[in-house]
């Protein structure tokens, strides 16, 4: 698998002693480079891996893995399947910029290699399909919900896990779900976080069905209820989030969650605010 994206050629390896991470526990080995498909068993997988940028140890779930396809591009592999050895990088878009920044993976794979200099927004592209496509098959396992109203009854409910309101949508929408939220705040129930980060057209790619016209091509409001067979869902779009570093909306000031960084791919142009749906 390569990269079609203009890329550019890592500078030779950094030849500098790497010091071990004084974070890790007795034992912890400080290897930038796994051991490949063959070395599959559940340890593996539940092992800690060492950060290429930070040198931070963490669970693989923390970070992303990245091989180098059979020209040398440096090639992020998500789901930490793809053939050869692999170093892994903290799963956040600042982690992975310094990473090409710094010219780290050449001396992560121990080799000269090709890094995209756009490898953090297409990282960011991946995560996002992966996402959206989890919530499309929520939606329709029932699991994922669209409409301000059906939105509402499911937080009041104390049934929401998350809760994704369109950043290009009216405020008026907005002000309830937050109504709701303190409901369930005040009868101490679990209240779902709120990202305001994603615009209508994101939300919408979430749909069944692709220009449904019931959906318009716009979401204004979408939440994922607490069950446990919305955790891949839940899983994926929490990955998105971190990646991107937003932050949850503080429904006690209606402060908005942070907008995703400028220089990814998946961000969509603004939009007219919509009418709630």
């Given at each position: ?13 950094d ?23 063959g ?64 010219k ?23 995560l ?11 939606r ?33 929408g ?9 409901f ?18 994101e ?31 839940l ?28 220089g990814?791919?998946?961000?969509s142009?603004?939009?007219p ?5």
């Amino acid at each position: 698998m390569s990269a079609s994206h203009p890329s550019h050629t890592a500078s030779t390896p950094d030849t500098d002693a790497v010091v071990p991470d004084q974070s890790g526990t007795a034992g912890d080995e400080l290897r930038f480079l796994d051991a490949g498909p063959g070395d599959s068993s559940k340890k593996r997988r539940k092992s800690q891996r060492t950060c290429l940028v930070t040198r931070a140890i963490k669970s693989p779930d923390q970070m992303v893995r990245f091989v180098l396809s059979p020209d040398g591009t440096v090639t992020p592999d998500v789901k930490a399947v793809l053939p050869g050895r692999g170093v892994w990088v903290t799963a956040t878009r600042t982690a992975v910029d310094e990473a090409v920044s710094r010219k780290l993976f050449s001396r992560g794979f121990k080799t000269q290699c090709v890094t995209p200099s756009d490898l953090g927004a297409t990282l960011d592209d991946i995560l996002a399909r992966f996402a959206f496509g989890a919530l499309s098959m929520a939606r329709a396992s029932g699991d994922a919900i669209s409409g301000l109203a059906k939105v509402d009854a499911l937080i009041r409910s104390n049934e929401a896990a998350l809760v994704l309101d369109a950043s290009d949508a009216s405020d008026d929408g907005f002000r309830k779900i937050c109504q709701a939220v303190r409901f369930v705040e005040a009868m101490e129930g679990e209240p779902p976080r709120i990202f305001r980060s994603f615009t209508g057209i994101e939300l919408a790619s979430s749909a069944i069905r692709k220009n449904d016209p019931d959906e318009g091509g716009f979401v204004t409001h979408l939440a994922l209820r607490r069950s446990g067979s919305s955790r891949s869902a839940l899983q994926r779009i929490n990955r998105l989030i971190a990646y991107r570093d937003l932050l949850p909306v503080d429904v006690n000031h209606k402060k908005r969650s942070n907008t995703p960084k400028t220089g990814t791919r998946s961000g969509s142009p603004a939009r007219p605010a919509k009418k709630d749906r």
